[in-house]
């Protein structure tokens, strides 16, 4: 972490892929009964929530309780507003697991509904990264951008879609 | 989108993100100015501020600026989840308790009598007006800043910047004021700091959500 504050990507990516497991084991054991889709979102929730929040850490504080508070808060948050919502609609929700059995379990689908709230190019960058593996300085001469102005971009899109994502959980 | 996807984007943004209190440091200057400068153009202070500035007279200003410390201290503790605020807390419910002590000491010596002739003066509706019209540029700017925090219980922050807000508001009207009694002071004050703290939380509960 102290690496990706730095702006060490590689150190970042592999700290987000090692605490992800993790943190999916305990938004499943929560929220069982929402499906498994539900709980990916929640925990893209908690991936996002630890990005956009992860300058509050202190560098020479340990990270897991760090990392722990900020979980637990989004967890919480996200099953009180999903546990409502999955109240309302309860017969579409049953339909909708049958259908949808055969998908990928690491899919979430409230991000494809905020991505597709932003500026086509915003959400082509963000898609970019991991659809295509591609790093900042490929997409930049995919589309035609600098390296600078790409990580700009990126970097403003992933705020609105912390808004975003806030927005729908109010 | 999957979630190795998303972080690969996350892990793409390197962009380095402020800490909150850098982030604060400048727009908070400007608000101290804009209420500083304010408060020379429309309240201005009393004629014998050097002798008040001597005598017992100020505590009026310097226990605000206690509170004001410690209160945004812990504000800033509260955005930061796994910060240690205990201490300062503790601190904070100290210097509060001695205030309401320091209140019934003096209600004790002098009697409700006492309270309602020190009350009954037009320069407690000034008081109570003035102290949150001072504290609001604060006020606003410390809630901006404190929301890129990562605040675990957002009425409490919320409360905090209010109390560090009125405090320090309280304190630049104590060099107006020219009310010394106890009897005045502490319960004037201390409504008119409450009041601040009080729309801090209530601002901080849904501005500091996140």
Request: proline share 4%; aromatic share 6%; with cysteine.
């Given at each position: 972490?102290?690496?990706?504050?730095?702006?060490?990507?590689?150190?970042?990516?592999?700290?987000?892929?090692?605490?992800?497991?993790?943190?999916?084991?305990?938004?499943?054991?929560?929220?069982?009964?929402?499906?498994?889709?539900?709980c990916e979102d929640v925990l893209q929730d908690v991936l996002?929530?630890?990005?956009?929040?992860?300058?509050t850490w202190n560098e020479d504080a340990p990270l897991r309780p760090w990392l722990y508070a900020i979980a637990r808060h989004k967890v919480i948050?996200?099953?009180?507003?999903?546990?409502?919502?999955?109240?309302?609609?309860?017969?579409?929700?049953?339909?909708?697991?049958?259908?949808?059995?055969g998908s990928d379990p690491t899919e979430g689908r409230d991000m494809e509904k905020v991505l597709n709230q932003l500026e086509p190019r915003a959400a082509e960058i963000v898609r970019g990264f991991g659809l295509h593996g591609e790093t900042t300085a490929e997409t930049a001469a995919r589309l035609d951008m600098s390296e600078g102005a790409v990580r700009v971009a990126l970097h403003r899109a992933l705020k609105s879609i912390v808004k975003l994502r806030e927005r729908m959980i109010e | 989108?999957?979630?190795?996807?998303?972080?690969?984007?996350?892990?793409?943004?390197?962009?380095?993100?402020?800490?909150?209190?850098?982030?604060?440091?400048?727009?908070?200057?400007?608000a101290v100015g804009l209420s500083?400068?304010?408060?020379?153009?429309?309240?201005?202070?009393?004629?014998?501020?050097?002798?008040?500035?001597?005598?017992?007279?100020?505590?009026?200003?310097?226990?605000p600026l206690v509170l004001v410390a410690l209160a945004a201290a812990f504000a800033l503790a509260l955005a930061h989840p796994g910060r240690a605020g205990k201490g300062r807390a503790s601190a904070l419910g100290a210097v509060i308790a001695l205030a309401a002590l320091a209140f019934l000491w003096a209600l004790g010596r002098e009697g409700l009598a006492g309270l309602q002739g020190a009350l009954s003066t037009p320069s407690l509706m000034t008081c109570l007006m003035s102290i949150p019209a001072l504290a609001t540029p604060l006020l606003g700017v410390a809630?901006?800043?404190?929301?890129?925090?990562?605040?675990?219980?957002?009425?409490?922050?919320g409360a905090m910047a209010?109390?560090?807000?009125?405090?320090?508001?309280?304190?630049?009207?104590?060099?107006?004021?020219?009310?010394?009694m106890a009897l005045f002071v502490l319960p004037a004050y201390?409504?008119?700091?409450?009041?601040?703290?009080?729309?801090g939380s209530l601002i901080g509960m849904h501005v500091l959500k996140w």
């Open positions: 972490m102290r690496a990706a504050n730095r702006g060490d990507a590689v150190a970042y990516r592999r700290l987000l892929t090692a605490i992800t497991p993790v943190l999916r084991k305990v938004v499943r054991a929560r929220g069982a009964a929402l499906g498994p889709e539900s996002l929530a630890i990005h956009s929040k992860r300058h948050d996200a099953f009180r507003v999903r546990g409502r919502r999955v109240e309302l609609s309860i017969d579409e929700f049953a339909e909708g697991l049958a259908a949808e059995a | 989108m999957r979630t190795d996807d998303l972080i690969a984007a996350l892990a793409a943004d390197t962009k380095p993100q402020a800490p909150v209190a850098i982030r604060m440091a400048f727009p908070l200057m400007g500083g400068i304010s408060f020379a153009l429309f309240w201005g202070s009393r004629p014998d501020v050097w002798a008040a500035l001597g005598s017992m007279a100020v505590l009026k200003t310097l226990v809630l901006w800043g404190l929301s890129s925090g990562a605040s675990l219980r957002p009425w409490l922050t209010g109390l560090a807000a009125g405090a320090l508001a309280a304190a630049i009207y104590s060099i107006y004021c020219d009310k010394d201390g409504v008119a700091i409450g009041s601040v703290t009080l729309a």
